[in-house]
C-alpha cells in the first residue's frame, strides 16, 4: 500500500509470524501535534436579503445539513478524498472532529446517567481499515475525543468486531470504541461506526450526536487548528481478539487428538479483499494448523486494486472459488473491508452468500438450539422460509437494515422469545451467544467448527451438504428509482412515495397484492413492525407486498424500502413462476406509479426498461 500520508505496510501472503499491523499514525501522535481545520468558503446561493443576520443564519443553516446529511442509519459516511465525479469531499478532518467530540460527550453523559455521578478517565478506543484517508481522520478523532475529555487508544488496523470486543475483553474493557470505515464502498469514502458496551449505537443515538456535532461544526467557520493535549496510547487489541477466536474453535471442537490444533489437515482460503480480514489467515488459521497456502489478498491496502472487498461482490467470488477448486480447499472464505461480513464457498466450489448463507448458519443454529427463531430481512426467499420451518425453526420476517435485523432479535429475546440467530441477506449476522454482535470472524468460526465436528463424525460432505435442500427462487432481480429533488427534500419525498404504495396496495387497487405479514409482526408503519407497545424508530420506510394471481397462487413477492444511503428507493422482485418478475414490475409502473403519478417525483428509468425489455442494465 503506498500513500504519501501513510508508511509501507508489508506482509507476506502467509506470514503466519506476522503481527497484525498497528497504525501508521504514531509518530505524528506522539509529537506535537496539529492538523489543519480551515473551513471551506461557503457560497450561499439565491439568498435574496439585506439582511446580514439572515444571511449568515442561512450559510449556518447548509453547514450544519453538510454533517446531518453524513449520517447513514446507525453509521457516519461520507466522502474524504477527492476522485469521484460529482462528488466533493464531505467527510473532512473538521467534521469528524465535530462528530467524535459530540460522541465523546454522548458516551460521558450517558455514563453519568448510569452511574448517577460525574465520571473521569472515559476510555475511548479507535481502529480502522487500510484506506487512505484513516490516518488523517483518525488525528481528527483523537482530536475531538480529546475535546469531550476521554482518553484515547489507538487500536491501528483493526475490524468493526474486533472494536466492540475491546469494550468487553480483559484488560482493554474500554468504556466506548469507534471504527473507522466505509465497508465496501470506494477508497474515496470513509466512515465512523460507535458502540458502546451495550453494543452498536441505533440510529437515533447517531441522529442525535449528528445534530449536536452539526452545531459545533458550523459555529467553528473561524477555526484554523487544534492541538492535542493528551496523545492516545498505542494498543494491540488484535492479538488478544485473535486469541479469543483460537480458543472459542479449540474448546468447541474438542479434537480428541490434537486439541491444540484441531483444524490440521484442512486446507483453507482467505479472501481478505486487501481489507483488514488478513489477521485471520496467520493469526487464527496458521495457528490452530491450518493451512491457508493460496489464499488471496491478505495485505491490507487502501486502494482495493484487486476486487471490491465484499461478500456479495461476484468478482471476489468468482476468485475465491478458482482458488478453493485449484487447490482443492476444504472452505474458502471472502470478508469484506471491516469484516463484520463473510461469505463463504464449499469445497464444491459452490459460493454460499445471501439466502444460502443464512440457510448454512440456521441449519448450524437449529442444530444448537432447536426450535429457536431466526430473524432476517423482509428480502429473503419463500423458499428460505421453508427451509427454516421444515428443521423446526420459526422465521421472522423484519426490515431492511442490519441494526433493524440485530434489534429485532434482542426486542425477542428480551420478550421471552428464544432468538439465537439474526442474519440479513448482505452478509451481515449475529448471534445471542456472541453479545448480538455481527462479526464476519465468528460467523465464519462458527462454520469452521461446524465443518470439523461433521469430519470428526466420518462425514466427507462438506458444508455445502446442509443447505442443499434448499430451493432458490426462478427469478430475483433489484431495480432502483431515483428521487428527483433536492438533497435535503429527498428523504421526505421518498417516505411519501412509499407510504403512497402502502396505500395503494391497501385498498386493494393493485390485483393480487396483498401487504406481507409473520408472526408477532406485522405490516403497518415501516415494515414488519413490532406490535409490542414500544415499538422500535422506523429509519427509512419500506414495505413488503406478496404477490399472488389465479392461476398460479402466491409465487412471489415484492418490496419497496427507502434507501438510507442515498436518495433512492430500492425495489426487490423474486418469483417462483416464470417472467413473475416481469409481471409485476408492469404491475407497478402501470398500476401504481404511473395511476398515482409517482412517476413525476421517481426516475422510473429502471423500471420501465425491465418491464418492456426483461433487462436490468
Given at each position: 500500500m503506498?500513500?504519501?500520508?501513510?508508511?509501507?505496510?508489508?506482509?507476506?501472503?502467509?506470514?503466519?509470524?506476522?503481527?497484525?499491523?498497528?497504525?501508521?499514525?504514531?509518530?505524528?501522535?506522539?509529537?506535537?501535534?496539529?492538523?489543519?481545520?480551515?473551513?471551506?468558503?461557503?457560497?450561499?446561493?439565491?439568498?435574496?436579503?439585506?439582511?446580514?443576520?439572515?444571511?449568515?443564519?442561512?450559510?449556518?443553516?447548509?453547514?450544519?445539513?453538510?454533517?446531518?446529511?453524513?449520517?447513514?442509519?446507525?453509521?457516519?459516511?461520507?466522502?474524504?478524498?477527492?476522485?469521484?465525479k460529482?462528488?466533493?469531499?464531505?467527510?473532512?478532518?473538521?467534521?469528524?472532529?465535530?462528530?467524535?467530540?459530540?460522541?465523546?460527550?454522548?458516551?460521558?453523559?450517558?455514563?453519568?446517567k448510569?452511574?448517577?455521578?460525574?465520571?473521569?478517565?472515559?476510555?475511548?478506543?479507535?481502529?480502522?481499515?487500510?484506506?487512505?484517508?484513516?490516518?488523517?481522520?483518525?488525528?481528527?478523532?483523537?482530536s475531538?475525543?480529546?475535546?469531550?475529555?476521554?482518553?484515547?487508544?489507538?487500536?491501528?488496523?483493526?475490524?468493526?468486531?474486533?472494536?466492540?470486543?475491546?469494550?468487553?475483553?480483559?484488560?482493554?474493557?474500554?468504556?466506548?470504541?469507534?471504527?473507522?470505515?466505509?465497508?465496501?464502498?470506494?477508497?474515496?469514502?470513509?466512515?465512523?461506526?460507535?458502540?458502546?458496551?451495550?453494543?452498536?449505537?441505533?440510529?437515533?443515538?447517531?441522529?442525535?450526536?449528528?445534530?449536536?456535532?452539526?452545531?459545533?461544526?458550523?459555529?467553528?467557520?473561524?477555526?484554523?487548528?487544534?492541538?492535542?493535549k493528551?496523545?492516545?496510547?498505542?494498543?494491540?487489541?488484535?492479538?488478544?481478539?485473535?486469541?479469543?477466536?483460537?480458543?472459542?474453535?479449540?474448546?468447541?471442537?474438542?479434537?480428541?487428538?490434537?486439541?491444540?490444533?484441531?483444524l490440521?489437515?484442512?486446507?483453507?482460503?482467505?479472501?481478505?479483499?486487501?481489507?483488514?480480514?488478513?489477521?485471520?489467515?496467520?493469526?487464527?488459521?496458521?495457528?490452530?494448523?491450518?493451512?491457508?497456502?493460496?489464499?488471496?489478498?491478505i495485505?491490507?491496502?487502501?486502494?482495493?486494486?484487486?476486487?471490491?472487498?465484499?461478500?456479495?461482490?461476484?468478482?471476489?467470488?468468482?476468485?475465491?472459488?478458482?482458488?478453493?477448486?485449484?487447490?482443492?480447499?476444504?472452505?474458502g472464505?471472502?470478508?469484506?473491508?471491516?469484516?463484520?461480513?463473510?461469505?463463504?464457498v464449499?469445497?464444491?466450489?459452490?459460493?454460499?452468500?445471501?439466502?444460502r448463507?443464512?440457510?448454512?448458519?440456521?441449519?448450524?443454529?437449529?442444530?444448537?438450539?432447536?426450535?429457536?427463531?431466526?430473524?432476517?430481512?423482509?428480502?429473503?426467499?419463500?423458499?428460505?422460509?421453508?427451509?427454516?420451518?421444515?428443521?423446526?425453526g420459526?422465521?421472522?420476517?423484519?426490515?431492511?437494515?442490519?441494526?433493524?435485523?440485530?434489534?429485532?432479535?434482542?426486542?425477542?429475546?428480551?420478550?421471552?422469545?428464544?432468538?439465537?440467530?439474526?442474519?440479513?441477506?448482505?452478509g451481515?449476522?449475529?448471534?445471542?451467544e456472541?453479545?448480538?454482535?455481527?462479526?464476519?470472524?465468528?460467523?465464519?468460526?462458527?462454520?469452521?467448527?461446524?465443518?470439523?465436528?461433521?469430519?470428526?463424525?466420518?462425514?466427507?460432505?462438506?458444508?455445502?451438504?446442509?443447505?442443499k435442500?434448499?430451493?432458490e427462487?426462478l427469478?430475483?432481480?433489484?431495480?432502483?428509482?431515483?428521487?428527483?429533488?433536492?438533497?435535503?427534500?429527498?428523504?421526505?419525498?421518498?417516505?411519501?412515495?412509499?407510504?403512497?404504495?402502502?396505500?395503494?396496495?391497501?385498498?386493494?387497487?393493485?390485483?393480487?397484492?396483498?401487504?406481507?405479514?409473520?408472526?408477532?409482526?406485522?405490516v403497518?408503519d415501516?415494515?414488519?413492525?413490532?406490535?409490542?407497545?414500544?415499538?422500535?424508530?422506523?429509519?427509512?420506510?419500506?414495505?413488503?407486498?406478496?404477490?399472488?394471481?389465479?392461476?398460479?397462487?402466491?409465487?412471489?413477492?415484492?418490496?419497496?424500502?427507502?434507501?438510507?444511503?442515498?436518495?433512492?428507493?430500492?425495489?426487490?422482485?423474486?418469483?417462483?413462476?416464470?417472467?413473475?418478475?416481469?409481471?409485476?414490475?408492469?404491475?407497478?409502473?402501470?398500476?401504481?406509479?404511473?395511476?398515482?403519478?409517482?412517476?413525476?417525483i421517481?426516475?422510473?428509468?429502471?423500471?420501465?426498461?425491465?418491464a418492456?425489455?426483461?433487462?436490468?442494465?
Amino acid at each position: 500500500m503506498a500513500s504519501t500520508s501513510t508508511s509501507s505496510i508489508s506482509l507476506r501472503n502467509n506470514a503466519p509470524g506476522t503481527r497484525f499491523p498497528s497504525s501508521t499514525t504514531s509518530k505524528l501522535l506522539h509529537s506535537n501535534l496539529k492538523f489543519p481545520l480551515l473551513m471551506p468558503a461557503t457560497k450561499a446561493t439565491g439568498i435574496k436579503s439585506s439582511s446580514a443576520t439572515r444571511y449568515n443564519e442561512a450559510v449556518i443553516d447548509e453547514e450544519m445539513d453538510k454533517i446531518r446529511r453524513l449520517q447513514n442509519g446507525s453509521d457516519v459516511r461520507g466522502v474524504a478524498l477527492q476522485g469521484e465525479k460529482g462528488r466533493t469531499v464531505d467527510l473532512s478532518p473538521p467534521a469528524v472532529e465535530a462528530i467524535a467530540e459530540s460522541f465523546g460527550e454522548w458516551v460521558i453523559n450517558g455514563l453519568e446517567k448510569e452511574k448517577g455521578r460525574v465520571v473521569e478517565n472515559v476510555r475511548v478506543s479507535l481502529g480502522r481499515d487500510p484506506r487512505l484517508s484513516g490516518a488523517s481522520l483518525s488525528v481528527a478523532v483523537f482530536s475531538g475525543l480529546d475535546r469531550a475529555g476521554c482518553l484515547a487508544f489507538d487500536m491501528g488496523l483493526a475490524t468493526t468486531p474486533a472494536c466492540f470486543m475491546s469494550t468487553l475483553l480483559p484488560p482493554f474493557a474500554y468504556d466506548a470504541s469507534i471504527m473507522m470505515t466505509a465497508s465496501h464502498l470506494p477508497y474515496t469514502r470513509n466512515g465512523l461506526k460507535f458502540f458502546t458496551r451495550r453494543g452498536g449505537l441505533t440510529s437515533p443515538e447517531v441522529e442525535e450526536i449528528c445534530g449536536k456535532a452539526a452545531r459545533k461544526y458550523a459555529n467553528r467557520l473561524a477555526k484554523v487548528s487544534t492541538m492535542l493535549k493528551t496523545p492516545p496510547e498505542r494498543v494491540d487489541f488484535m492479538s488478544t481478539y485473535a486469541k479469543h477466536l483460537r480458543n472459542i474453535i479449540k474448546e468447541r471442537v474438542n479434537h480428541p487428538f490434537h486439541y491444540d490444533t484441531p483444524l490440521k489437515g484442512f486446507q483453507i482460503i482467505v479472501n481478505a479483499g486487501n481489507g483488514s480480514g488478513g489477521f485471520f489467515t496467520w493469526d487464527v488459521l496458521d495457528k490452530l494448523g491450518a493451512e491457508t497456502f493460496g489464499s488471496l489478498h491478505i495485505n491490507p491496502d487502501g486502494m482495493f486494486p484487486n476486487h471490491i472487498p465484499n461478500p456479495e461482490d461476484k468478482i471476489a467470488m468468482a476468485l475465491t472459488r478458482a482458488a478453493v477448486l485449484e487447490n482443492s480447499a476444504d472452505l474458502g472464505i471472502v470478508f469484506d473491508t471491516d469484516v463484520d461480513r463473510s461469505g463463504v464457498v464449499d469445497k464444491e466450489g459452490n459460493p454460499i452468500n445471501g439466502d444460502r448463507l443464512i440457510a448454512l448458519m440456521s441449519a448450524i443454529v437449529l442444530r444448537e438450539h432447536p426450535g429457536t427463531t431466526i430473524v432476517t430481512d423482509a428480502r429473503t426467499s419463500m423458499a428460505l422460509t421453508r427451509f427454516i420451518i421444515d428443521r423446526g425453526g420459526q422465521h421472522c420476517l423484519y426490515r431492511v437494515g442490519y441494526r433493524n435485523v440485530i434489534d429485532k432479535g434482542v426486542q425477542l429475546n428480551k420478550n421471552g422469545i428464544e432468538t439465537h440467530l439474526m442474519m440479513e441477506t448482505s452478509g451481515h449476522g449475529a448471534l445471542k451467544e456472541n453479545y448480538f454482535l455481527d462479526d464476519g470472524a465468528y460467523m465464519v468460526v462458527k462454520i469452521i467448527i461446524e465443518m470439523v465436528r461433521m469430519k470428526l463424525a466420518g462425514s466427507d460432505e462438506g458444508i455445502g451438504s446442509l443447505i442443499k435442500y434448499l430451493e432458490e427462487p426462478l427469478e430475483s432481480v433489484e431495480l432502483r428509482m431515483n428521487i428527483i429533488s433536492e438533497p435535503r427534500h429527498a428523504k421526505a419525498r421518498g417516505m411519501d412515495a412509499i407510504e403512497t404504495f402502502r396505500s395503494f396496495v391497501e385498498e386493494g387497487r393493485i390485483e393480487g397484492w396483498e401487504l406481507d405479514s409473520c408472526g408477532d409482526c406485522w405490516v403497518a408503519d415501516g415494515c414488519l413492525v413490532d406490535s409490542n407497545d414500544d415499538p422500535a424508530a422506523v429509519d427509512a420506510h419500506m414495505y413488503r407486498a406478496k404477490v399472488s394471481d389465479e392461476k398460479l397462487g402466491q409465487h412471489g413477492w415484492i418490496h419497496l424500502r427507502q434507501s438510507i444511503h442515498n436518495p433512492n428507493i430500492a425495489v426487490n422482485m423474486q418469483s417462483m413462476a416464470p417472467g413473475g418478475c416481469l409481471s409485476m414490475a408492469k404491475t407497478l409502473r402501470d398500476k401504481f406509479l404511473v395511476a398515482s403519478g409517482m412517476d413525476k417525483i421517481l426516475d422510473i428509468t429502471q423500471i420501465d426498461k425491465y418491464a418492456r425489455t426483461g433487462l436490468v442494465k
